[in-house]
T-cell receptor, first 115, second 113 residues
Framework: NAGVTQTPKFRVLKTGQSMTLLCAQD?????MYWYRQDPGMGLRLIHY???????AKGEVPDGYNVSRLKKQNFLLGLESAAPSQTSVYFC??????????????FGQGTRLTVV | TQLLEQSPQFLSIQEGENLTVYCNSS?????LQWYRQEPGEGPVLLVT?????EVKKLKRLTFQFGDARKDSSLHITAAQPGDTGLYLC?????????????FGKGTKLSVKP
């Protein structure tokens, strides 16, 4: 089982450059998420999607855009990278059970450095 | 806004010791999850607790959900170096139009041989 796959795994950008992070899941999950993880800050939600064609803002959406054109893919874009966006980015997907508990499956992360 | 606070933030112990880490909130959660994250990897789900007062065991790990469903604890018996990692609790956030997961900041556990 591939699960959740993120590409690329590492990237170095110059300030002002743009890039797209790709997340793909093969579990037919409705929900997909993008988090960033910084030391001492835990996992913070950037954007999420509850289904194909839908997106919503999370806790720290500024400077990022997302698209969910296909159910299995969730793209995270940085239009003009800034050093403050240096972080480890995690994609996750989940289903929702009848009890409302949402269990997330994570990718291995993308380590992004903006210089 | 629902918040999950984890304590302690860091814990360093010797192999064979017991430990407990905590996840607390002022809000009621329908369920809570515990994840473990190893360096360079994404978090992996350990357990979900859904009923107030529920206790679940996973080998040497014991998880408890508070009666009021506002807190949870993770107890590890006879810790081993393989238990080293970041332990995160998470719960569904229904403050928005749809549910999504919110995470605590985690407890970083180091078990020394």
């Amino acid at each position: 089982n591939a699960g959740v796959t993120q590409t690329p795994k590492f990237r170095v950008l110059k300030t002002g450059q743009s890039m797209t992070l790709l997340c793909a899941q093969d579990m037919n999950h409705e929900y997909m998420y993008w988090y960033r993880q910084d030391p001492g800050m835990g996992l913070r939600l950037i954007h999420y999607s509850v289904g194909e064609g839908t997106t919503a803002k999370g806790e720290v959406p500024d400077g990022y855009n997302v698209s969910r054109l296909k159910k299995q893919n969730f793209l995270l874009g940085l239009e003009s990278a800034a050093p403050s966006q240096t972080s480890v980015y995690f994609c996750a997907s989940s289903y929702r059970s009848d009890r409302g508990n949402t269990e997330a499956f994570f990718g291995q992360g993308t380590r992004l450095t903006v210089v | 806004t629902q918040l999950l606070e984890q304590s302690p933030q860091f814990l360093s112990i010797q192999e064979g010791e017991n430990l407990t880490v905590y996840c607390n909130s002022s809000s009621v959660f329908s369920s809570l999850q515990w994840y473990r994250q190893e360096p360079g990897e994404g978090p992996v789900l350990l357990v979900t607790v859904v009923t107030g007062g529920e206790v679940k065991k996973l080998k040497r790990l014991t998880f408890q959900f508070g009666d009021a469903r506002k807190d949870s604890s993770l107890h590890i018996t006879a810790a081993q170096p393989g238990d080293t990692g970041l332990y995160l609790c998470a719960g569904p956030n229904y403050g928005g139009s749809q549910g999504n997961l919110i995470f605590g900041k985690g407890t970083k556990l180091s078990v020394k041989p």
